[in-house]
């Protein structure tokens, strides 16, 4: 169960994913230095959340699963 102090993070990410593209995560995670740790993670969770992160350059695929398996990330296998 998530504590409630988690609660505005997650809703924040939503609002963040919402006016996502692929250009736009992928400037978020290899340019923006002035990106926050909230808006890297976005990039990187619509990244798994649309499957471009197993179509796009082997290092992208590997960081997500480092992601995913230290609990950053959400996966939902049955979407890919």
Same mark, same amino acid.
């Given at each position: 169960? $998530? &504590?409630?102090?988690?609660?505005?993070?997650?809703?924040? #990410?939503?609002?963040?994913?919402?006016?996502?593209?692929?250009?736009?995560?992928?400037?978020?995670? *290899? !340019?923006? *230095? /002035?990106?926050?740790?909230? &808006? *890297? $993670?976005?990039?990187?969770? =619509?990244? #798994?959340?649309? +499957?471009? !992160? =197993?179509?796009?350059? +082997?290092?992208? /695929?590997?960081?997500? !699963?480092? #992601?995913?398996?230290? +609990? !950053? $990330?959400?996966?939902?296998?049955?979407?890919?």
């Amino acid at each position: 169960m $998530l &504590e409630p102090a988690f609660f505005p993070f997650i809703f924040s #990410l939503c609002s963040i994913q919402n006016s996502m593209d692929l250009k736009t995560a992928i400037h978020i995670i *290899e !340019v923006d *230095e /002035g990106a926050s740790e909230e &808006e *890297e $993670l976005a990039a990187w969770q =619509w990244l #798994l959340d649309e +499957g471009h !992160v =197993w179509r796009l350059q +082997g290092r992208y /695929g590997r960081t997500a !699963v480092q #992601l995913i398996e230290a +609990g !950053v $990330l959400r996966w939902n296998q049955s979407q890919d």
